[in-house]
T-cell receptor
C-alpha cells in the first residue's frame, strides 16, 4: 500500500524567510509525485509533477526536488500570498489512483 | 476558463435523506474521481471512472454510488446520508490512459461542503 507522510504539519515563517517542506513516500513503483497548493475553501491547485530521482522543477519562489524516498518543496523568500496548505501525492504504475499526504499548512507573516 | 464545476457549493442535509453531488468537466478528460477531505485524514478516494460507462471503488466507497453515463458528468449519490459522511467532497479529472507523459495529472473542482445532521 502506498503511503505519503508530510512534515511539518504547520509552518509559520516571516516574509522573506526561506524554508523547505518535506514529503516522504513509499510506493510500489513510482509513476509520479505531485505537489498541489490548496487555499481555504478551494480545491487543490496543481503545481508540479516529478517522475524520477534527481529531477527538479521550479515555479516562481517554489522549487520541488525528488529522491528515491522523499521530495522537498523549497520556498525561497516567501511572500504572504504563498500562505496555503501544500499537498503531496504519489501514483504508481499499477493504477491511476493518487495517494495523498495530509498536507503542510504554511503561513507567511508580513 | 476550462475546468471542473461542482454543485452545490454547500449543503446541510438531514440524516437518512438522499443527496446527489454534481460534477461536470469540460476538458474532455477520460478519467474522473471523487474524494472526500477530512481534517487530519487528507484526501481519500471514494470512487473513480476511467472512461464513460465504467466505474470503480476507491478507498472509502461504502455508502456512496456513482455513475458515468457520458464523458463530462460524474455524479456522486449518498443513498441515505449519515453524520459520518459530513465532509468536503472534491471531484477531479485527468487524461489518464493517454500515453503521453504527464497527462495523468488530476485537476480538481472547488468542492462541496456537506453537513449531515
Amino acid at each position: 500500500e502506498d503511503q505519503v507522510t508530510q512534515s511539518p504539519e504547520a509552518l509559520r515563517l516571516q516574509e522573506g524567510e526561506s524554508s523547505s517542506l518535506n514529503c516522504s513516500y513509499t510506493v510500489s513503483g513510482l509513476r509520479g509525485l505531485f505537489w498541489y497548493r490548496q487555499d481555504p475553501g478551494k480545491g487543490p491547485e496543481f503545481l508540479f509533477t516529478l517522475y524520477s530521482a534527481g529531477e527538479e522543477k521550479e515555479k516562481e519562489r517554489l522549487k520541488a526536488t525528488l529522491t528515491k524516498k522523499e521530495s522537498f518543496l523549497h520556498i525561497t523568500a516567501p511572500k504572504p500570498e504563498d500562505s496555503a496548505t501544500y499537498l503531496c501525492a504519489v501514483t504508481n504504475f499499477g493504477n491511476e489512483k493518487l495517494t495523498f499526504g495530509t498536507g503542510t499548512r504554511l503561513t507567511i507573516i508580513p | 476558463i476550462a475546468g471542473i464545476t461542482q454543485a452545490p457549493t454547500s449543503q446541510i442535509l438531514a440524516a437518512g435523506r438522499r443527496m446527489t453531488l454534481r460534477c461536470t468537466q469540460d476538458m474532455r478528460h477520460n478519467a474522473m474521481y471523487w474524494y472526500r477531505q477530512d481534517l487530519g485524514l487528507g484526501l481519500r478516494l471514494i470512487h473513480y471512472s476511467n472512461t464513460a460507462g465504467t466505474t470503480g471503488k476507491g478507498e472509502v466507497p461504502d455508502g456512496y454510488s456513482v455513475s458515468r453515463a457520458n464523458t463530462d458528468d460524474f455524479p456522486l449519490t449518498l443513498a441515505s446520508a449519515v453524520p459520518s459522511q459530513t465532509s468536503v467532497y472534491f471531484c477531479a479529472s485527468s487524461d489518464w490512459g493517454n500515453r503521453r507523459r504527464g497527462d495523468f495529472t488530476q485537476h480538481f473542482g472547488d468542492g462541496t461542503r456537506l453537513s449531515i445532521l
